[in-house]
């Protein structure tokens, strides 16, 4: 890696510290000590990104003065349900913001198997109807698109989603222009993240798997991989699978990733992760048609990535400062701003991380430069 990717880290990390979160204890106008919103919560699916996003907007939400004396124990690398449980089983009172049990709604849970779109926004408007909500907290592309349909137009902030304007969550990317509509939006964040990826390994021949709807070519980024290879010559190979809709078809998902994962091992010379529903524990498994042919695997999704079988990921999701960032915007909503006029952009400075033994596995050698760039390699040391 050259010395133009290690300086572009670092102006990007300057700019990330300038960026537009107050601190905590900055003042800031709020009208919300006498009113009390209650705050639901809707995701696509259950999917660590989403979980961490939660985790980190409540304790934003405790820095910022929102909730107050926030119990220890809060379920740590938990899934949403069981921190909105932790959450709900707690005594608000006092708290400026509630969590309402009733308004927690997962949408591959088994109720909404044979639900239509439109049949799930009238379910989740009907079940909520006398909790007073004020404000839905939602995770990811299909949660978004689902709870902006609401006929009750609950307020609702969007997060995790990949492009919330492409997918037309929202109109714009500085503020939204939709009334009740929030979005967290990261300006052209895969587009940054493959460019680390070709100014490192400088591929002809990248493989790709999504599923095949007009969403999820969005949500994976596989549009901005497109367009990049199509600029830098570099061709594309796809497969489709489509995402598992409940836990039960979960077995079937994985035997249809390994499949197409076979395939594409023996065509790419870069294989490019984008979001996947692959457990932590059949990560190295499902890859080891890659590892078996010396394919690296780059995710442009997630670091987790990394840590559980991808080679490399340049990551920009700073859940922590994120949550930070949604925080003080609902501190500001609840203080009388409008959603469709608040800032939506939050940019975090990219960090790179590696897994050591994964790169003995398929013959890639990093650079020093890379390894001096990385903020975190993984090596097994059992």
Do not use: H
């Amino acid at each position: 890696m050259g010395k133009r990717l290690i300086c572009s880290f670092l102006i990007v990390t300057f700019l990330a510290f300038c960026g537009p979160v107050q601190s905590a204890t900055e003042d800031t106008p709020n009208n919300s000590s006498n009113k009390t919103l209650n705050i639901g919560y809707c995701e696509g699916e259950s999917y660590y990104e989403f979980d961490y996003a939660l985790y980190n907007i409540i304790y934003g939400l405790n820095e910022y003065g929102l909730i107050k004396n926030l119990p220890e124990g809060m379920p740590i690398e938990s899934q949403s349900s069981e921190i909105w449980d932790w959450l709900c089983s707690q005594n608000q009172e006092g708290w400026s913001v509630r969590f309402v049990k009733n308004a927690y709604f997962s949408l591959t849970d088994d109720e909404y198997k044979d639900m239509e779109p439109e049949q799930i926004a009238a379910f989740i408007d009907k079940k909520i109807s006398g909790d007073n909500i004020g404000l839905i907290l939602s995770m990811g592309t299909t949660s978004g698109l689902t709870t902006k349909q609401l006929s009750s137009k609950i307020p609702m902030m969007s997060f995790v989603a990949a492009d919330p304007v492409k997918s037309g969550i929202v109109a714009n990317a500085e503020k939204s222009d939709t009334p009740n509509v929030w979005a967290q939006i990261d300006v052209d964040g895969f587009k940054r993240t493959i460019e680390v990826m070709n100014d490192i390994f400088k591929p002809k021949k990248v493989g790709v798997v999504y599923a095949n709807s007009d969403d999820a070519y969005i949500y994976s980024g596989a549009d901005v991989l497109d367009e990049f290879c199509k600029t830098n010559n570099m061709e594309v190979i796809r497969e489709f699978v489509q995402d598992p809709e409940t836990d039960e078809e979960y077995d079937s998902y994985l035997k249809s990733i390994k499949a197409a994962y076979a395939k594409l091992a023996q065509k790419v010379d870069l294989f490019v992760m984008t979001t996947s529903l692959i457990e932590s524990e059949d990560f190295k498994d499902a890859l080891n048609p890659f590892y078996d042919n010396k394919i690296p695997v780059y995710s442009i999704n997630s670091t987790d990535d990394v840590r559980f079988g991808a080679l490399l990921a340049a990551e920009s999701s700073d859940y922590k400062n994120i949550g930070r960032f949604g925080a003080d915007m609902i501190k500001r909503f609840m203080s009388g701003e409008k959603l469709e006029s608040l800032p939506q952009i939050y940019q975090t400075a990219p960090f790179l991380v590696i897994n050591y033994d994964v790169a003995r596995k398929v013959g890639y050698k990093p650079s020093f430069d890379l390894l001096l760039s990385a903020n975190k390699i993984y090596i097994d040391r059992k």
